[in-house]
């Protein structure tokens, strides 16, 4: 296992927000550049189509996430991560939604060099609540868990633990405020981290700041001394001001991120978490 950074499995992130002017999304960030042209890729659009996140296998050594930003049922954005996968990596990519038992069942997935995880894990069911995907369905909300294989709520943290799985993250996708459509989970290792650090920041019942709350640094990575930041200023507050994904390839318009940008961090992303027509999160994640 290694003990010194480790770069970030992904490869490109393409962001498309919804231009009022145009009556459709338009291409506005990606790393290391933004998508041209009109949006026609497939995955994005099965995934704006059917309101979910949508996972797949490209080839032996890329996987793709597709994933809409929704408020209510409107898509206001959507994101495209692609990831690398060498032959030694290690990762899961995974799709909960509802079963007609009202738990969480595996829908789509994508894993590589997890054999046992990918066998075991169709069987597994979420109760609301229970597990990764269970609590982020029950919080409305991301999560994150920076040490998967120690998690007692990790329901599946030995087969983690046999894996060295490490960094877990989940994502609502809500059809309404209150109804969940699904929850995309990520799993990575210290050697093949999906990203370098991975926050969570909530705003303050008078909407003028945003805290810190749930963090995950890869190991390597010493985290930015902040806790707080105002609405409006840097990445975060501009992304809870603005209501749309924001994206950053250095420190120039934050100085805190200075710390991660000095440590290799090649991009910023800060994504909205809505609930209905709520803002309820703003996830950053640095790769």
């Not at 109804?179 to 989970?185: G, K, T």
Request: aromatic share 8%; net charge negative.
């Amino acid at each position: 296992m290694t003990t010194t950074m480790a770069p970030s499995v992904l490869t490109s992130v393409s962001v498309w927000i919804h231009n009022e002017t145009a009556g459709q999304l338009t291409s506005a960030y990606g790393y290391p550049a933004a998508p041209e042209g009109p949006l026609t890729h497939d995955l994005i659009q099965t995934s704006i189509h059917d309101r979910r996140s949508a996972i797949r296998s490209v080839d032996d050594g890329t996987l793709e996430i597709a994933l809409p930003i929704l408020i209510t049922s409107e898509v206001v954005a959507a994101v495209l991560f692609t990831v690398h996968t060498s032959d030694d990596c290690k990762i899961a990519l995974e799709r909960w939604s509802r079963t007609d038992r009202d738990e969480l069942g595996l829908a789509e997935s994508a894993y590589r060099g997890l054999a046992h995880f990918e066998t075991i894990s169709p069987y597994v069911k979420f109760p609301r609540g229970s597990g990764l995907p269970g609590e982020t369905w029950d919080d409305r909300k991301c999560r994150i868990i920076a040490r998967i294989d120690q998690a007692k709520a990790f329901m599946r943290a030995a087969g983690a633990r046999k894996e060295g799985l490490r960094y877990g993250l989940g994502i609502p996708v809500m059809a309404t405020e209150h109804e969940l459509e699904c929850v995309l989970v990520i799993l990575s290792t210290v050697d093949f981290p999906f990203q370098q650090a991975m926050e969570t920041w909530l705003p303050s019942e008078d909407q003028t700041e945003l805290s810190l709350v749930q963090t995950s640094y890869a190991v390597g990575i010493s985290s930015p001394q902040r806790s707080n930041v105002s609405y409006g200023d840097g990445i975060v507050g501009r992304c809870y001001a603005s209501r749309v994904p924001v994206m950053m390839h250095n420190a120039d318009e934050d100085a805190s991120l200075v710390p991660l940008f000095d440590q290799g961090t090649r991009f910023a992303l800060a994504l909205p978490i809505f609930n209905g027509d709520r803002l309820v999160q703003v996830l950053t994640l640095f790769g």
